[in-house]
């Protein structure tokens, strides 16, 4: 798994059937199951416990949706992604279940495949989504959104990285900035720039365009940067 260390996943459902079922496919995926909790309240008391990676929240139980209620208490207080688990809801309660802004929903029956399938694509979306990079600037020191990064210039002896909503200049070149900070999604398409691949308008030619900015694409990194692109 992720850095060699399990995932930890809450389960929260009042059938103790599907419960122990979707336990015993966790663990035989090499997740670690943290708590298995039959209504809101003793799954409230878990997540306080011991945080889990993510957490699966039956909608209904005991004749009402006290998966919301977990669900509102993970966004008020808990940066983790969690999955509805539901076998069938009607208009009003799918209209309810968005307003949460789940990361994704897992349809009874399940079985070893969509879990996996689910879980990876959830946890992968929010590590993403939740990635960070530092920039240290003199004594000051700034955390970036990585998703937020659009592109970065090389000027002399400085860069500029240019982001959604701030642009920063640092003593450094391209190429080290990326190493020492391992951040993903970066192509170096020419002498001068590198550019957030996911963060790419469209590209025309030898033009790459990113928040209205068009960045040249030269002979040295075309082909690399092309089967990077188009891989996608």
């Known amino acids: 798994m992720r850095d060699n260390k399990k995932i930890k996943v809450l389960i929260a459902d009042d059938d103790v059937f599907i419960s122990e079922q979707l336990n015993s496919i966790l663990e035989d995926l090499d997740?670690?199951?943290?708590?298995?909790?039959?209504?809101?309240?003793?799954?409230?008391?878990?997540?306080?416990?011991?945080?889990?990676?993510?957490?699966?929240?039956?909608?209904?139980?005991?004749?009402?949706?006290?998966?919301?209620?977990?669900?509102?208490?993970?966004?008020?207080?808990?940066?983790?992604?969690?999955?509805?688990?539901?076998?069938?809801?009607?208009?009003?309660?799918?209209?309810?279940?968005?307003?949460?802004?789940?990361?994704?929903?897992?349809?009874?029956p399940f079985n070893e495949a969509s879990i996996y399938s689910t879980l990876n694509i959830v946890l992968d979306r929010h590590l993403k989504n939740n990635s960070y990079f530092t920039i240290k600037i003199g004594h000051e020191l700034h955390k970036v959104k990585t998703n937020d990064l659009l592109y970065i210039e090389s000027s002399d002896k400085y860069i500029e990285i240019h982001t959604s909503t701030k642009k920063y200049l640092k003593r450094d070149s391209i190429d080290t900035f990326i190493e020492e900070n391992n951040i993903e999604g970066v192509c170096r398409v020419h002498r001068s720039y590198?550019?957030?691949?996911?963060?790419?308008?469209?590209?025309?030619?030898?033009?790459?365009?990113?928040?209205?900015?068009?960045?040249?694409?030269?002979?040295?990194?075309r082909k690399a940067f092309k089967k990077r692109y188009n891989s996608l």
């Open 31 to 108: 997740y670690e199951v943290t708590a298995i909790a039959f209504n809101a309240e003793s799954a409230i008391a878990a997540l306080q416990t011991e945080r889990p990676d993510i957490a699966i929240l039956d909608i209904n139980m005991h004749g009402r949706n006290q998966g919301f209620e977990i669900a509102q208490y993970i966004n008020d207080h808990l940066n983790i992604p969690f999955i509805f688990l539901t076998s069938f809801a009607d208009a009003s309660t799918v209209k309810e279940a968005s307003k949460l802004i789940p990361d994704g929903y897992l349809l009874k």
């Open 194 to 221: 590198a550019v957030k691949i996911d963060n790419i308008d469209s590209v025309k030619g030898t033009l790459i365009q990113i928040n209205n900015q068009h960045i040249p694409i030269s002979n040295t990194y």
